[in-house]
């Protein structure tokens, strides 16, 4: 895995534990959003438009590598921050916002601030960074962005540096950018370019033999082989024609059986397959901590294959099918707490699908193979190493991945890994070699311009997505589960340089954007909730290159704003919304022709 992604995975993770645990700290609904990431010169972070008066927090870094981190914040959010965590009047904590004063007892609570945003920081690094650092805050000092001398060491010397911000909310009000600056030698970055991510060599899936063993077996002549051939292995496009129909059907056996077991729906949809190596999938399609089940392959070929799961799920799983309270199962998900009963009845369910799996190879697959469930184990992707041959090595491998939900909550995707063998894939030819390197280059490209806090991961379209006529008249996208409720958008933004286009929870969104250019979409739900948010994984997975997304809904909550955000989501609009309301949105995010 690309060492920038598994930075950017952990900064995802930190970014995501910020507004709860400072939450918890302050007593006060947080959030954060439009987070971005990026490697950074000085020069270039204090250049451009002067930052507001902030204050800048020195972290001591210790550990696998020491140096000297910096956390940055309008100086006036420092100062609510201090103010509201030692529970100052409202009025002084305005009174000290317009003089900008930071000291005294203000200036000692944010120091406390400081210190459980270091203790996020080293937690996270220590469950999901391969190196072992711990960040510690020492002094905090007025930051004066206009006066910053980018060749000298003050407030830190010139260099690289890797750059994580996002705009924080207090309830619905706004708290301007939270910044964290750390040298790249310190994430190992140093040698990383100043650019989105390019693909590292090794995660390009390459032809399992070389050009000239193939034209060197296609010229010995049949006639002239003395002993009998071994049964030809169909091409590569047949045999991938073969497993997608045979993990297809495994697909939607797994959705009735296992649904059968918990006793709820439980649907997989969205399935998409495709060959990856193993940087491949531990770089793009699973990031998160995850639970492992390995399924021992016997039969006519031998070997292992898998199966992937995110941790808060498999313990959903497992504590539904022994019918655990569900908030005592909500604990154990925020705790990432998979063992003891849970793990054993997760190891059921992994049964169930073992059972699937043999049963559609059985039925539909040539060579008979069956698949015992083993072993299951919590990984962490940006632990891993590459190089070891632990989970699994690097190679070929098919990849299936689905979307999943369980009675209406959705979940995190679902990979089903194969061995290239196992499947009669790995006689790859170059055409589609050729194939799979223009898909990783485009999967790259979506993942360099989305936002941190997808999340999720979606594996990328096999052939690029149609793009719309060149003359075809842009639209604003409105997908909502109630029509009527659009005709504002409609009435507003529909002229004669844009449209507004209407369409279901139901409707294929990549039909809009295979014929339209879309400029921003508006995803409408008359009650938030998971139904609105299996939307924007859809969008998320569409394969397009997203516009700004903004979610409308009423009685938004706290985790339903960050979940809005983790799907993708710009900004949220609270519902009903003046026609004044959703036009200030719309000159915010989204660019009308005039």
Request: aromatic letters at 6%; charged letters at 20%; proline letters at 6%.
């Amino acid at each position: 895995m690309a060492q920038q992604a598994i930075v950017e995975t952990i900064f995802n993770s930190v970014i995501e534990a910020l507004p709860t645990e400072l939450g918890a700290l302050l007593g006060q609904e947080l959030s954060c959003n439009n987070t971005n990431c990026q490697l950074i010169s000085k020069d270039d972070l204090f250049s451009g438009d002067p930052r507001p008066k902030s204050s800048l927090s020195h972290l001591n870094v210790v550990g696998d590598h020491e140096g000297e981190a910096f956390l940055i914040l309008p100086t006036k959010t420092s100062i609510i921050f201090g103010g509201t965590l030692i529970m100052l009047p409202q009025n002084q904590i305005e009174e000290n916002v317009q003089n900008e004063k930071l000291d005294g007892e203000v200036a000692d609570a944010y120091g406390e601030v400081a210190n459980i945003l270091a203790g996020v920081l080293t937690q996270v690094f220590l469950d999901k960074h391969s190196k072992s650092l711990r960040f510690v805050r020492t002094e905090v000092e007025e930051l004066d962005s206009s006066s910053v001398d980018t060749t000298s060491d003050a407030p830190f010397p010139p260099g690289i540096y890797f750059s994580c911000s996002s705009q924080l909310a207090m309830g619905e009000q706004s708290l301007g950018t939270i910044e964290i600056i750390i040298p790249a030698e310190l994430l190992d970055l140093a040698d990383a370019p100043q650019t989105d991510r390019t693909l590292e060599e090794s995660e390009v899936p390459a032809a399992t033999s070389p050009p000239e063993e193939q034209k060197l077996t296609k010229e010995i002549p049949a006639e002239k082989v003395a002993t009998p051939a071994p049964p030809a292995r169909p091409p590569f496009t047949d045999a991938k024609k073969l497993a997608d129909v045979v993990l297809k059907a495994t697909i939607e056996q797994t959705s009735e059986e296992v649904g059968a077991l918990l006793g709820q729906t439980f649907a997989c949809s969205d399935l998409k397959m495709e060959m990856v190596t193993k940087s491949d999938f531990f770089g793009t399609h699973c990031l998160e901590k995850s639970i492992l089940t390995t399924f021992e392959v016997s039969g006519d070929t031998s070997g292992k294959s898998f199966l992937l799961q995110g941790i808060k799920d498999s313990i959903l799983m497992g504590g539904t099918l022994i019918m655990l309270p569900e908030e005592e199962i909500e604990t154990s998900m925020g705790k990432g707490e998979f063992d003891g009963e849970v793990a054993d009845a997760y190891g059921e369910v992994a049964n169930i699908i073992s059972g699937g799996l043999t049963q559609t190879f059985t039925d539909r697959f040539p060579q008979q193979l069956r698949f015992v469930k083993t072993t299951a184990e919590t990984i962490v992707p940006t632990k891993l190493s590459m190089d070891d041959d632990a989970p699994f090595p690097e190679g070929q491998y098919y990849l299936a991945s689905c979307a999943v939900s369980l009675q209406e909550k959705v979940l995190e995707q679902m990979h089903f890994l194969f061995p290239a063998e196992i499947l009669g894939l790995d006689g790859q030819t170059t055409e589609t070699t050729q194939v799979a390197e223009q898909t990783a280059e485009q999967r790259v490209e979506q993942t360099s311009n989305q936002s941190v806090g997808k999340t999720e991961s979606t594996a990328a379209n096999t052939s690029p997505p149609t793009q719309p006529p060149k003359d075809a008249l842009p639209v604003i996208l409105v997908i909502t589960d109630a029509p009527e409720n659009a005709e504002v958008i409609s009435h507003n933004f529909k002229n004669d340089n844009c449209d507004v286009k209407i369409i279901s929870y139901k409707d294929d969104v990549r039909t809009v954007f295979s014929s339209h250019p879309v400029l921003g979409v508006f995803l409408m739900m008359s009650e938030v909730g998971e139904k609105g948010f299996s939307v924007a994984i859809k969008l998320q997975s569409s394969g397009y290159k997203l516009p700004p997304v903004i979610a409308t809904g009423p009685e938004w909550t706290r985790s339903a704003v960050l979940k809005a955000v983790k799907y993708g989501a710009r900004d949220i609009l609270v519902t009903p919304a003046s026609a004044d309301e959703i036009r200030n949105k719309v000159s915010q995010h989204i660019s009308i022709p005039a």
